[in-house]
């Protein structure tokens, strides 16, 4: 069974610090992992990264994938008070009808 | 507005009853899916539609769980019989299937269900 791990589960950091979130996953036939910010309401799509070592950059918030190691991080720059919500990370295997696995989320606080 | 839609965003209801839910998806998009949301933890997967054909169900979604797709366009999710453990987000997503690259799923605002 497919499964995401991310770590730490909560992080309280003040405006303007940077922070990295943790997702380690097992899956078998890998094709993706997806970053997502959740606050009140439905998940939004952050990265979508397919291919080891590549970054993608979108503003202060970058991600890069491990498929060595079955890992992925995803940074966070400047930290503002909007950037506080829960982070989630998914998996998508091959031949898996493109369903995602979830991890548990990391809910990230920013205090001003 | 051109994203996922769901309705009703909030129900509440007694155990017991039934309650149905919609969403309408993406219009260009051909697969939808179903997860539910409880507190503190990530969506899980229910279940996935490729145009009105439902290909996969997960052990999750017990026989008081039917959802259809008419059509290949706006999908319902019903649950008979309603327990107090079905209290959670229903939350929709859909994607445009691209063969075999990867695609995003757009997520709709979700359904939260409170059984009393």
């Known amino acids: 069974e497919d499964k995401v791990v991310q770590s730490p589960l909560s992080l309280v950091v003040h405006e303007g610090d940077t922070v990295t979130l943790n997702c380690s996953y097992e899956?078998?036939?890998?094709?993706?992992l997806l970053w997502y910010k959740q606050e009140k309401k439905a998940p939004t799509f952050l990265f979508m990264l397919?291919?080891?070592?590549i970054e993608k950059k979108s503003g202060r918030l970058s991600s890069i994938l491990d498929k060595k190691e079955l890992f992925s991080i995803l940074n966070i720059t400047a930290t503002q008070t909007g950037d506080s919500a829960i982070y989630l990370c998914?998996?998508?295997?091959?031949?898996?009808?493109?369903?995602?696995?979830f991890g548990t989320g990391t809910r990230l606080t920013i205090i001003p | 507005d051109t994203g996922v839609s769901q309705n009703p965003r909030h129900k509440i209801t007694k155990r017991g009853q039934n309650v149905t839910f919609r969403c309408d998806p993406i219009?260009?998009?051909?697969?939808l899916y179903w997860y539910r949301q409880t507190l503190g933890q990530g969506p899980e997967f229910l279940t996935y539609?490729?145009?009105?054909?439902?290909?996969?169900k997960s052990r999750l979604l017990s026989d008081r769980f039917s959802a259809e797709r008419p059509k290949g366009s706006f999908s319902t999710l019903e649950i008979q019989r309603t327990e107090q453990g079905d209290s959670a987000m229903y939350l929709c997503?859909?994607?445009?299937?691209?063969?075999?690259?990867?695609?995003?799923?757009?997520f709709g605002p979700g359904t939260r269900l409170t059984v009393l």
């Open positions: 899956v078998t036939n890998f094709r993706s």
């Open positions: 539609f490729q145009n009105e054909a439902q290909l996969e």
């Open positions: 397919t291919s080891s070592g």
């Open positions: 219009s260009e998009h051909n697969r």
């Open positions: 997503a859909s994607s445009f299937d691209r063969g075999r690259l990867s695609n995003e799923q757009f």
């Open positions: 998914a998996v998508e295997a091959v031949g898996g009808n493109e369903k995602l696995t």
